[in-house]
């Protein structure tokens, strides 16, 4: 079978994908200011979940709530449920740090800590003990910059500064150290925003491979992008989630006006 | 007039192209202008620092040197004991007249007759008193040295210390001159022979206060400042840090934690006398502590700094990209891994150079000190930080109130001190943010 088949075949089989991540009746305040309107929106296994929406639509706010990032900004309130397997991820039982473990998360502009590459990477496990030995973190951060495609880029210079990387390698860095901590969901902020054409598509080669062992969410301005690497695409229009579908269908035939509007790049 | 306008004049259009032109000449003047004003600004600084610098080194320099007799002194046990009665009375040895063993000493060397009282007057004026505690120790320390002839090094007193070192206008009338026409000239004599020469001050780096000039040092006041800064790196660093970073990181932002920080900002602002009074009040009054003592100093100066690292801190902490947290956050660090793993160690270089400049203000600090005590004169090197001492600041203070013209040396000498720790600890600061800047 070729890969475009099977990828169909994938496609096809969407609507039985088990739910990962459920989000229901989500509203989020900043402060008196509302900036969701109470979302609803799945997030299957396994797939790469785009969402699209002009900016201030509420998409970077609602992927936020996924791992509580939200928590950090001040006067940031959060209504609704959230489930991560059917847990309530806000319920008080839940650990935020664990939840982060699970949850990991790739931002917008790549932000490597100011240390060696080999620390960047070793920095997760090392926190949450998923290494017992020497031996046991270097093959973690072997693995974790295999599976974002730069071991072979940087083997040689494991100890040198991640700052010193040009911005795509940096980017699939900050991969690397979300992957390290066995995520089971990353949520990607724009990943590719600040990276040239070439940076991106390697970025995105990288999001296509990753979608076999982890579930994706990432926000994004690119049509073009959304329609390469997800399976599921859901559009915000002002807090509000306008529609949410396969992302062939969104991109042909979306049910809302809204969403094809905004594809035809009518507004936004 | 450029070509653009004389068209655009010569011309019937509705509206005259933009002219660019305009005002340019006057933007470039007041860019040169402003250039210059700043030239000026730091021209006049550099002088004034120049002439700070140049005024203190010229007079203080001096204080470096001091002016030595070594000559063979005959410990002679006529008159440290004549009476032999030193087994039976220790007092004998305490009180003995040390001055004159030298007096004598130095008469022999310049041929006057000991039946001349009023040169001999004058030859007890050539070296300091000083000598009487430093031949009274010798013997003390080791009473068989009665009998014998040993080369000693005693000060030589202030005037002659001066008048050596060409500070006296000797063609002042004699009369009204420290130093006699007669004691110059036994002077002369004494340097030629090789008895009386310059020699390196240690004096003034290990001696306590004195009344004395030529025994005057810096001991008790160094000792008593690296007291004090102890005190105040050991209690101001841990808890403006831990202040810092809980208001920074952890405490929610409402009115409390804002009234908080504009008391800090205003506490910076707080003139150090008022916390002078204060530590006399709370530490001296109410808790009893000795007064004149460098742990009071230091927890007067501790609270005086506190505002300034707290601030330098803050800062610090807050220059640190809000990406680094989010990206130690989203990894699922806690709040206290990601300020302490990460936040931390890139403030770091912040933080220290905050701190040292706190320290090198407190080092200088006179005011507080002045009202809790510290003004003392105290001539014993301190043991532990409970005893009286003084501080560089509060020392030039002291000598600056001295009448002597040898007193205006070692005051200026002090200063250089002073100035010279200012430096090392400024350049330290530096040498520490090159040492851990990190870019991100």
């Known amino acids: ?268 | 007039m450029t070509d653009i306008a004389q068209q655009a004049s010569g011309q019937i259009i509705a509206k005259a192209p933009a002219r660019r032109d305009i005002g340019i000449r006057r933007r470039y003047a007041a860019e040169r202008r402003f250039r210059l004003y700043g030239v000026a600004a730091i021209t006049f600084g550099l002088v004034f620092l120049f002439l700070l610098l140049w005024s203190v080194l010229s007079k203080g320099y001096t204080a470096f040197q001091q002016t030595e007799l070594t000559l063979p002194i005959t410990f002679s046990q006529e008159i440290i004991d004549p009476n032999n009665k030193r087994e039976t009375d220790p007092q004998v040895l305490q009180t003995a007249n040390y001055p004159v063993l030298v007096r004598n000493a130095l008469a022999e060397k310049l041929g006057v007759a000991s039946s001349n009282r009023a040169a001999l007057r004058q030859v007890s004026g050539l070296f300091s008193d000083s000598a009487r505690v430093e031949l009274r120790d010798m013997v003390m320390s080791d009473p068989s040295i009665i009998g014998k002839t040993l080369p000693v090094t005693v000060l030589a007193s202030a005037n002659i210390d001066s008048a050596f070192k060409g500070q006296f206008d000797m063609t002042v009338d004699e009369a009204s001159r420290k130093v006699s026409d007669q004691q110059v000239a036994w002077m002369d004599q004494l340097a030629k022979e090789g008895v009386l020469a310059k020699g390196f001050n240690t004096g003034l780096f290990v001696n306590g206060n004195s009344s004395r000039p030529e025994a005057a040092g810096l001991g008790v006041a160094l000792i008593g400042s690296l007291y004090l800064m102890g005190i105040v790196l050991v209690l101001s660093l841990p808890i403006g840090v831990a202040a810092s970073i809980y208001l920074e990181e952890f405490a929610p932002k409402n009115r409390l934690t804002d009234l908080i920080e504009v008391n800090i900002n205003n506490l910076a602002a707080v003139p150090s006398i008022v916390y002078g009074l204060l530590g006399l009040a709370v530490f001296i009054n109410f808790a009893g502590l000795p007064r004149s003592a460098p742990l009071v100093g230091g927890l007067v100066l501790t609270l005086m700094t506190l505002p300034t690292i707290i601030i330098a801190t803050r800062a610090a902490l807050r220059a640190v990209p809000p990406s680094i947290r989010a990206a130690a956050l989203g990894l699922g660090a806690s709040k206290m891994q990601t300020t302490f793993h990460h936040v931390l160690p890139l403030a770091m270089p912040g933080i220290l150079t905050g701190t040292i400049i706190g320290l090198a203000h407190a080092l200088g600090e006179t005011a507080p000190l002045l009202l809790i005590g510290m003004v003392a004169f105290v001539a014993n090197v301190p043991a532990t930080p409970l005893d009286p001492s003084t501080a560089l600041p509060v020392q030039i203070y002291m000598w600056a109130n001295e009448a002597e013209r040898a007193f205006v040396e070692r005051t200026s000498g002090a200063i250089i001190v002073l100035l010279a720790f200012l430096v090392i600890m400024n350049l330290g600061a530096i040498l520490l943010r090159r040492r851990f800047e990190r870019r991100w």
């Open chain 1, 1 to 268: 079978m070729t890969e475009a088949a099977t990828e169909e075949l994938l496609d096809k089989k969407m609507n039985a994908v088990p739910l990962k991540m459920v989000g229901k009746d989500v509203s989020v305040y900043y402060g008196d200011k509302r900036a969701l309107y109470d979302v609803n929106l799945n997030v299957r296994e396994n797939t790469v979940t785009a969402l699209i929406g002009p900016s201030g639509c509420g998409k970077s706010t609602f992927l936020r709530t996924l791992n509580r990032m939200n928590d950090t900004i001040d006067g940031c309130r959060v209504t609704g449920t959230i489930t991560l397997d059917g847990d309530d991820i806000y319920d008080s039982s839940i650990d935020v740090v664990e939840l982060r473990a699970r949850v990991g998360m790739v931002f917008q502009k790549p932000n490597p800590f100011p240390k060696s590459i080999y620390e960047n990477v070793a920095y997760g496990p090392r926190i949450h003990g998923l290494a017992k030995s020497k031996a046991d973190l270097d093959q973690v951060v072997e693995q974790s910059l295999q599976k974002a495609g730069l071991w072979n880029e940087v083997k040689d210079r494991l100890h040198e500064g991640g700052t010193g990387l040009s911005g795509g390698q940096q980017q699939r860095l900050c991969i690397a150290r979300a992957v390290a901590v066995s995520p089971e969901v990353i949520l990607m902020d724009e990943p590719c925003s600040a990276l040239d054409p070439i940076a991106t598509a390697r970025v995105e080669e990288l999001i296509h491979e990753l979608r076999t062992n982890f579930t994706i969410v990432i926000v994004t301005h690119s049509m073009q992008q959304a329609a390469r690497v997800s399976q599921r695409t859901a559009m915000f229009h002002l807090g509000n989630l306008v529609e949410e579908n396969d992302t062939d269908k969104m991109f042909t035939n979306p049910d809302d006006q809204r969403t094809q509007d905004y594809i035809m790049g009518r507004f936004g």
